[in-house]
């Protein structure tokens, strides 16, 4: 035994020296830019972690940044690029305390972190760096974890991530003839004198400044160069642009950049290096190109056919210094006007505004001849000044006008017409730029135009699928909102609903299906459709929200959804609660005091077949305001969620919550709209009436209606009933339980409430068969009458579905 025991020791001590080894090995080493990494990749041999990753302060000192990382993607662990400083986060706690924590699933479950990891035996390490304001993290699904060798290991790469670069490393090295480096921090760039050569700057005479390298530069490239030399526009890797720089005299000169963008180590930034070129020997000396590459930038990122058309005409009407400029699509043998510039109507011929009324026309190209003639060839087309046209055309442009069919798919999507009102001269260089932002406009109007009616159906349906709205609850008030996302045209996923069940329950529900696109709306209305369909079915919340993640999983679709659904008793004011990877509902108590509800969560519906859903028990005093939410209320990439979290508790503490409307407002008025909210608030106020209720389960004995009708008519003695309305009672009482014993097996409960004069007798059996109410009965028959007496005798009757069996109910009104 002790001859094993030291032989594990031997092996462990040599993972250990090895692990030491190889650091030492890196580290005394040249420095080289990828040498952070390659130390983190050490720390994934030598301790079989899945991920590890080194955070450090940003230039603001207030979010720690990650810096460098290795292993799977940090998204399988919902893992952060940024954590606040200040907050509550793990990484946050180590570099604050100066202590190392080792987590387990358990620890884990407890942390802000635990509704961002996956399920299972996860756990993590973090471990502060020395001499350095960082911290190294670590994840492992390794049974039992980090063990002793593991964490000794993890010491050894914070000593080597914090080990400093060689000096010579950062500097000192001379620079080729045609190279540059530049600090994406400071912006100090060093260059080699071919560049400066290039420029026409001497070396005495460079101050070593990137701003002085760009203030060389034609403007109108500029926005393309700023996009490599700031670090937030630029990710790691390749990059190769053409730009042009001003000459003493005669037109710019074209150069070429090719550049890299190498994260930083330690105390030093990153830098970008790379070589400059001169290309005007492969360039023409048409300077529209860039003109040509801006539009087409502009409508890469142009959604609708708005978008389109104002980036259309703010890329050709300055230009071309052009007086006016419509854009039309065409639709059968109509054209469309989308965006006239300018829009006034006085700046337009009189019979667009005398035909067409208004500044946005209508108008069928039959109209148009010339126009007409345009289409079909399909080319630009140029009239100078003096061209015979129809007067609709000829005003527009009476000192020359260019119609620009705007081809797409093999058909023309459209129209563009550039007027000029003084004798206007048509180059070479506007024919070449007129006809290359014909093609791009084109197929940018049609894809827009295709995108505007995604979207809109989209829109629609999502409308449809949301409650038009919500029901008046016994003892409460509700309120709900929804806001689409602003960042992009797609609609999301995020859903409410208030289900009114029996027994003066209340069912909230608030979800968010992953995405934003069609296919997470329509899972959303199928979400929605089946948590009400469960609830109605008398399911408690955990088996409510339990159907729906195996219905999810059933669909086989790439998407998952979360979930919270509360399940409220209006008449104590109780309540359960169930989470599915959901936010924690926020209670704002009577005496202006928030509460974000801590309770136990199951992961996201849709990952995990056999996944438990625990219930957690909430209490709402009359005055109460509970709130649930979706992430887009209080996630911001600047900001760790909890802190949102924190923020929306603040703003309900401060609300006036008699006016629950003007709450949600509020709520919703300082919100990012990154993503797409949805919100619901119910203040509890209490029943004024509270319901007289009693139960009595019925067995199966030879005398079992009796018994039923003496249970019932001891209680409504109890409750004050009047004889005449008992006999009434009694005998549908014995209607329902007969039947119920007669046609079904298992168990049969019988269940009396009084409310307001109006009582309400309920059979519930294990039978899920309705009882049919027959269409005619004959003298002869033995049965059949029950349900038609039933009938007779009340105000209203039904059936419910109640967990695999039925309710039979009716309500008579007393008194009569």
């Given at each position: 035994?002790?001859?094993?025991?030291?032989?594990?020791?031997?092996?462990?001590?040599?993972?250990?020296?090895?692990?030491?080894?190889?650091?030492?090995?890196?580290?005394?080493?040249?420095?080289?830019?990828?040498?952070?990494?390659?130390?983190?990749?050490?720390?994934?041999?030598?301790?079989?972690?899945?991920?590890?990753?080194?955070?450090?302060?940003?230039?603001?000192?207030?979010?720690?940044?990650?810096?460098?990382?290795?292993?799977?993607?940090?998204?399988?662990?919902?893992?952060?690029?940024?954590?606040?400083?200040?907050?509550?986060?793990?990484?946050?706690?180590?570099?604050?305390?100066?202590?190392?924590?080792?987590?387990?699933?358990?620890?884990?479950?407890?942390?802000?972190?635990?509704?961002?990891?996956?399920?299972?035996?996860?756990?993590?390490?973090?471990?502060?760096?020395?001499?350095?304001?960082?911290?190294?993290?670590?994840?492992?699904?390794?049974?039992?974890?980090?063990?002793?060798?593991?964490?000794?290991?993890?010491?050894?790469?914070?000593?080597?991530?914090?080990?400093?670069?060689?000096?010579?490393?950062?500097?000192?090295?001379?620079?080729?003839?045609?190279?540059?480096?530049?600090?994406?921090?400071?912006?100090?760039?060093?260059?080699?004198?071919?560049?400066?050569?290039?420029?026409?700057?001497?070396?005495?005479?460079?101050?070593?400044?990137?701003?002085?390298?760009?203030?060389?530069?034609?403007?109108?490239?500029?926005?393309?160069?700023?996009?490599?030399?700031?670090?937030?526009?630029?990710?790691?890797?390749?990059?190769?642009?053409?730009?042009?720089?001003?000459?003493?005299?005669?037109?710019?000169?074209?150069?070429?950049?090719?550049?890299?963008?190498?994260?930083?180590?330690?105390?030093?930034?990153?830098?970008?290096?790379?070589?400059?070129?001169?290309?005007?020997?492969?360039?023409?000396?048409?300077?529209?190109?860039?003109?040509?590459?801006?539009?087409?930038?502009?409508?890469?990122?142009?959604?609708?056919?708005?978008?389109?058309?104002?980036?259309?005409?703010?890329?050709?009407?300055?230009?071309?210094?052009?007086?006016?400029?419509?854009?039309?699509?065409?639709?059968?043998?109509?054209?469309?006007?989308?965006?006239?510039?300018?829009?006034?109507?006085?700046?337009?011929?009189?019979?667009?505004?005398?035909?067409?009324?208004?500044?946005?026309?209508?108008?069928?190209?039959?109209?148009?001849?010339?126009?007409?003639?345009?289409?079909?060839?399909?080319?630009?087309?140029?009239?100078?000044?003096?061209?015979?046209?129809?007067?609709?055309?000829?005003?527009?442009?009476?000192?020359?006008?260019?119609?620009?069919?705007?081809?797409?798919?093999?058909?023309?999507?459209?129209?563009?017409?550039?007027?000029?009102?003084?004798?206007?001269?048509?180059?070479?260089?506007?024919?070449?730029?007129?006809?290359?932002?014909?093609?791009?406009?084109?197929?940018?109007?049609?894809?827009?135009?295709?995108?505007?009616?995604?979207?809109?159906?989209?829109?629609?349906?999502?409308?449809?699928?949301?409650?038009?709205?919500?029901?008046?609850?016994?003892?409460?008030?509700?309120?709900?909102?929804?806001?689409?996302?602003?960042?992009?045209?797609?609609?999301?996923?995020?859903?409410?609903?208030?289900?009114?069940?029996?027994?003066?329950?209340?069912?909230?529900?608030?979800?968010?299906?992953?995405?934003?696109?069609?296919?997470?709306?329509?899972?959303?209305?199928?979400?929605?459709?089946?948590?009400?369909?469960?609830?109605?079915?008398?399911?408690?919340?955990?088996?409510?929200?339990?159907?729906?993640?195996?219905?999810?999983?059933?669909?086989?679709?790439?998407?998952?959804?979360?979930?919270?659904?509360?399940?409220?008793?209006?008449?104590?004011?109780?309540?359960?609660?169930?989470?599915?990877?959901?936010?924690?509902?926020?209670?704002?108590?009577?005496?202006?005091?928030?509460?974000?509800?801590?309770?136990?969560?199951?992961?996201?519906?849709?990952?995990?077949?056999?996944?438990?859903?625990?219930?957690?028990?909430?209490?709402?005093?009359?005055?109460?305001?509970?709130?649930?939410?979706?992430?887009?209320?209080?996630?911001?990439?600047?900001?760790?969620?909890?802190?949102?979290?924190?923020?929306?508790?603040?703003?309900?503490?401060?609300?006036?919550?008699?006016?629950?409307?003007?709450?949600?407002?509020?709520?919703?008025?300082?919100?990012?709209?990154?993503?797409?909210?949805?919100?619901?608030?119910?203040?509890?106020?209490?029943?004024?009436?509270?319901?007289?209720?009693?139960?009595?389960?019925?067995?199966?004995?030879?005398?079992?209606?009796?018994?039923?009708?003496?249970?019932?008519?001891?209680?409504?003695?109890?409750?004050?009933?009047?004889?005449?309305?008992?006999?009434?009672?009694?005998?549908?009482?014995?209607?329902?339980?007969?039947?119920?014993?007669?046609?079904?097996?298992?168990?049969?409960?019988?269940?009396?409430?009084?409310?307001?004069?109006?009582?309400?007798v309920a059979v519930a059996d294990a039978s899920p068969r309705t009882p049919i109410k027959p269409t005619s009965i004959g003298w002869e028959a033995t049965g059949g009458r029950g349900i038609l007496l039933v009938e007779a005798m009340s105000t209203a009757w039904g059936t419910l579905p109640v967990s695999g069996g039925k309710q039979v109910w009716c309500e008579m009104v007393l008194g009569r």
């Amino acid at each position: 035994m002790a001859n094993v025991v030291s032989e594990g020791a031997t092996a462990r001590r040599t993972r250990s020296s090895r692990a030491e080894l190889a650091l030492k090995t890196l580290t005394s080493a040249p420095f080289t830019e990828d040498r952070l990494r390659r130390v983190l990749e050490q720390a994934l041999v030598f301790t079989g972690a899945a991920f590890v990753a080194v955070y450090t302060r940003g230039d603001s000192g207030d979010l720690l940044c990650l810096r460098e990382s290795a292993g799977v993607p940090k998204a399988l662990y919902g893992l952060r690029d940024t954590y606040p400083v200040p907050g509550g986060s793990t990484v946050a706690e180590a570099l604050r305390t100066g202590r190392a924590a080792w987590l387990g699933p358990a620890e884990l479950a407890e942390c802000a972190e635990a509704r961002r990891m996956p399920a299972g035996d996860v756990f993590l390490a973090v471990l502060p760096l020395r001499d350095v304001a960082g911290c190294l993290l670590a994840v492992t699904e390794n049974p039992g974890g980090f063990d002793t060798e593991d964490r000794e290991c993890l010491d050894l790469v914070t000593e080597a991530v914090a080990c400093p670069a060689p000096a010579e490393a950062a500097h000192g090295e001379e620079l080729p003839p045609g190279a540059f480096t530049l600090a994406m921090d400071s912006g100090r760039v060093e260059v080699g004198d071919d560049i400066l050569a290039l420029f026409g700057v001497g070396r005495t005479d460079f101050d070593g400044r990137v701003e002085t390298l760009l203030s060389l530069t034609v403007p109108e490239d500029l926005p393309s160069l700023m996009s490599v030399v700031e670090a937030d526009h630029m990710s790691i890797g390749e990059r190769e642009l053409e730009f042009r720089i001003l000459q003493p005299d005669g037109p710019p000169r074209w150069l070429r950049l090719r550049g890299r963008l190498l994260p930083g180590g330690e105390g030093h930034p990153p830098r970008l290096v790379g070589t400059v070129t001169d290309a005007s020997t492969l360039r023409a000396g048409v300077t529209d190109v860039t003109r040509v590459q801006r539009l087409a930038a502009a409508l890469a990122t142009a959604g609708t056919v708005q978008d389109v058309s104002k980036a259309v005409v703010a890329a050709l009407r300055k230009p071309l210094q052009a007086d006016r400029i419509a854009l039309a699509e065409l639709e059968n043998d109509r054209l469309v006007v989308t965006v006239l510039d300018p829009p006034e109507p006085e700046a337009w011929p009189e019979l667009w505004r005398r035909e067409w009324r208004t500044e946005w026309p209508d108008a069928p190209v039959r109209a148009m001849p010339t126009l007409a003639a345009a289409l079909r060839e399909g080319r630009a087309q140029i009239w100078p000044a003096g061209t015979a046209l129809e007067p609709a055309l000829a005003e527009v442009g009476p000192g020359g006008l260019a119609v620009l069919p705007l081809p797409a798919a093999g058909r023309m999507a459209g129209a563009c017409l550039i007027g000029w009102d003084e004798p206007h001269d048509f180059g070479p260089d506007e024919r070449a730029l007129l006809t290359a932002s014909a093609g791009l406009a084109g197929q940018a109007l049609l894809r827009a135009h295709a995108f505007d009616a995604e979207h809109e159906l989209v829109g629609m349906l999502q409308r449809t699928l949301l409650p038009r709205r919500l029901p008046k609850l016994p003892g409460a008030e509700a309120v709900a909102r929804y806001l689409p996302a602003t960042a992009g045209l797609e609609v999301g996923g995020d859903w409410y609903d208030v289900i009114p069940l029996p027994d003066n329950h209340v069912a909230l529900v608030i979800g968010d299906v992953q995405g934003h696109s069609a296919a997470a709306a329509t899972l959303m209305g199928q979400m929605r459709t089946a948590l009400r369909a469960y609830a109605a079915e008398g399911h408690p919340p955990d088996v409510v929200v339990s159907h729906a993640n195996r219905l999810l999983l059933e669909l086989e679709t790439d998407l998952f959804a979360t979930c919270a659904y509360a399940d409220v008793d209006m008449e104590t004011g109780s309540a359960w609660c169930v989470r599915a990877g959901h936010l924690p509902p926020v209670v704002r108590h009577p005496d202006g005091e928030v509460e974000i509800v801590e309770t136990e969560g199951g992961p996201p519906l849709g990952v995990v077949s056999e996944a438990e859903f625990p219930m957690t028990p909430l209490r709402l005093q009359p005055g109460s305001v509970l709130a649930l939410t979706t992430d887009g209320l209080v996630e911001c990439p600047t900001a760790d969620i909890d802190d949102g979290m924190h923020r929306f508790a603040g703003g309900l503490a401060a609300a006036d919550p008699a006016h629950l409307g003007l709450v949600a407002d509020a709520l919703l008025g300082g919100a990012g709209r990154a993503d797409d909210i949805a919100l619901l608030l119910m203040r509890y106020d209490g029943m004024s009436v509270h319901p007289l209720r009693e139960s009595w389960t019925v067995w199966r004995v030879p005398e079992a209606a009796r018994h039923a009708r003496r249970f019932t008519r001891r209680t409504l003695r109890t409750w004050g009933v009047s004889e005449d309305d008992t006999d009434a009672i009694l005998l549908v009482v014995s209607e329902l339980v007969t039947n119920a014993l007669v046609h079904t097996d298992g168990q049969v409960r019988l269940d009396l409430t009084l409310v307001n004069h109006r009582l309400r007798v309920a059979v519930a059996d294990a039978s899920p068969r309705t009882p049919i109410k027959p269409t005619s009965i004959g003298w002869e028959a033995t049965g059949g009458r029950g349900i038609l007496l039933v009938e007779a005798m009340s105000t209203a009757w039904g059936t419910l579905p109640v967990s695999g069996g039925k309710q039979v109910w009716c309500e008579m009104v007393l008194g009569r």
